[in-house]
Structures are given as C-alpha cells and as structure tokens.
C-alpha cells in the first residue's frame, strides 16, 4: 500500500515506549506471588442453569400469588356489587311503577276526575 | 510462536504439577508485546502496568474455560484487549478529553518513558485522534504485524471489516502528516 509505505519511510516501526530496567523480570515475579494457588479457589459458583430456575420459580410464585389475590378481590367485588344492585333494584321497583303511570297520564292528558268516572263505569 | 512450541505450553498448562511453571513462561513470552499493545493504546507507564497484572490475573483464573479453539497468543491479546477498552472508557468517563493530539503531545513530552523523536510524537498524534478500534487495528497490523485472520479471533469481526479498518487508520494518518507539513 502506497500510504503505509509513506508511513513507514517516514517513522518506521520502532517502539518509543521505555520501561523502567528491570521491569519484565519483576513484573513477573510480583505477579507470580499474587496468583492464588488453584487448589485454593473460592468455592465453585453455583451453576448458572441452577440459579436460573430457583430465580424463575420465585417469579412464577409470586406471580401466581398475586394473580390469585387480584382475582379473589374482583370476584368479591363483583358478587357483592351484583347483590347491592339486586336489593336497590327491588326497593326502587314499586316507586319507578308509581312514577311511570303519573308521566303516562300526564301526556295522555286525562285527568283524575275522568278516570274516576271511567272506573266506576259513570263515563 | 510457532504452534507446536504453543501446544507444548497448553499441555503443561493444564497439568496441575507443571501449570504454575508453565504458566510463568508464559507471561515472559508473551508480557512484553502484551505490554506494548497496551501501553501504544493508553500511554502511561502505570497504568499499561496495572492492566497487564489484571490481564494475566483473568488469563490464570480462566485457564481453565481457554478450550483451544484459538490460538494461545490470540487469547491474551483479546483478554488484554476487552482489558485496555474497559479502561479507556472509564477513564473517557471521569475526565472526556477534547483535545486528544494535543493532549496527548503534552503528557508524551513529559513522559522520561517515552523515547520518540518529533516525527514520533506527530505519528503518536495522528494515531490518537483515530477511533479506538481503527486505534487498535492499526497497532495490530502496523507494529505487530498481526495476520488479519488472527486480529479477526483477538477483535471478534470480520476480515474484511479490519481491512477496511486499517485502510481507513492509515489514509487519516497520513491526512494528519499533510496537514502538517
């Protein structure tokens, strides 16, 4: 390549960079004296699988517990929703018939004194 | 290295009687053009210092994951590799550098380590201000004389990617030298 040739007549490809003397001999050492013996390993790391599947029960767990406490509330809700709505139906009932027949009457335009007559067969 | 000196050393590697021997060859070979990919990319002294003991540290407590897919040196390189980037981006975190040529030219200068002419300097500048993986590539290649299928397994890309890479580093750099001149 003509650019790395231009490259390399005009720095070349020395190392600029010094060490301290000595350096590579005791780096070596210092380093071989910090190595932990093998034998001396910290106890082996539960394997990943394991620790994977003791993680997703305890998610499945508590998942399935608060899936069982939100629908138990819901179902208790609507149960008891559904009963008050039963018990105010039936106490509105007779007042809403009541209701009904004057509204009926009133756009009929008959009044009471007609429906008198027409009850006791005088109309 | 050839590969059958290397084999020899994976073997006596992983016999537990000859490992710790074998083990202290091993950072002998390969410590000091470990030490010079390292320090070409972060500069100081010190710090080459501590991320090679770390490189080795990783490499003795993982000997036993290395399977041989790859060769030995490739292996060290990548670990010293993932090493050096990791400490670029910390140090990228605590104190960004604007200015990385001039900066750069500054700690050089003051650096009794460094032994470069001015011409050295301005091609130190000029690699520098590359990205960090034209950076790399280009030290692999140019000083180390690394095979591209080898630089491939030690920066886990493509051929054709680090060819285009190091066509790249080299084009800037010499962009860099004729802006200067």
Redesign the interface.
């Known amino acids: 390549?003509k650019?790395?040739d231009?490259?390399r007549n005009?720095?070349g490809?020395?190392?600029?960079?010094?060490?301290?003397e000595g350096y590579?001999e005791q780096?070596?050492a210092q380093?071989?004296s910090?190595?932990?013996e093998?034998d001396a390993r910290p106890a082996p790391a539960i394997p990943l699988r394991r620790t994977r599947y003791w993680r997703m029960a305890r998610y499945a767990a508590a998942a399935a517990i608060c899936s069982m406490a939100f629908l138990g509330t819901y179902y208790l809700r609507i149960a008891h929703s559904a009963h008050e709505s039963h018990t105010a139906y039936q106490a509105t009932d007779a007042t809403s018939e009541k209701v009904y027949m004057d509204d009926m009457l009133d756009f009929a335009m008959v009044s009471n004194h007609e429906i008198a007559l027409y009850l006791t067969d005088a109309y | 290295m050839k590969s059958t000196e290397e084999n020899s050393l994976m073997l006596r590697l992983n016999q537990p009687e000859q490992q710790r021997q074998a083990f202290e060859e091993l950072v002998n070979l390969y410590g000091p053009q470990l030490y010079r990919q390292i320090r070409r990319m972060v500069y100081d002294h010190d710090d080459t210092n501590d991320i090679l003991q770390n490189t080795f540290i990783k490499a003795w407590n993982n000997l036993d994951t290395f399977r041989g897919d790859a060769r030995l040196s490739s292996w060290l390189y990548r670990i010293a590799t993932n090493e050096t980037l990791n400490f670029l981006q910390r140090r990228k975190d605590i104190t960004p550098l604007e200015d990385a040529p001039s900066a750069l030219a500054a700690q050089l200068t003051a650096d009794e380590y460094f032994d470069g002419d001015e011409t050295e300097l301005l091609l130190q500048q000029a690699i520098a201000s590359l990205p960090e993986k034209q950076r790399l590539v280009f030290q692999l290649k140019y000083y180390e004389e690394m095979k591209y299928e080898d630089m491939s397994q030690v920066l886990d890309t493509s051929v054709g990617a680090l060819k285009a890479s190091y066509h790249h580093a080299v084009r800037k750099i010499c962009d860099f030298f004729n802006s200067r001149d």
């Open positions: 390549m650019e790395e231009f490259i005009k720095c490809t020395g190392n600029p960079f010094k060490v301290p590579f780096f070596t380093l071989m910090q190595l932990p093998k």
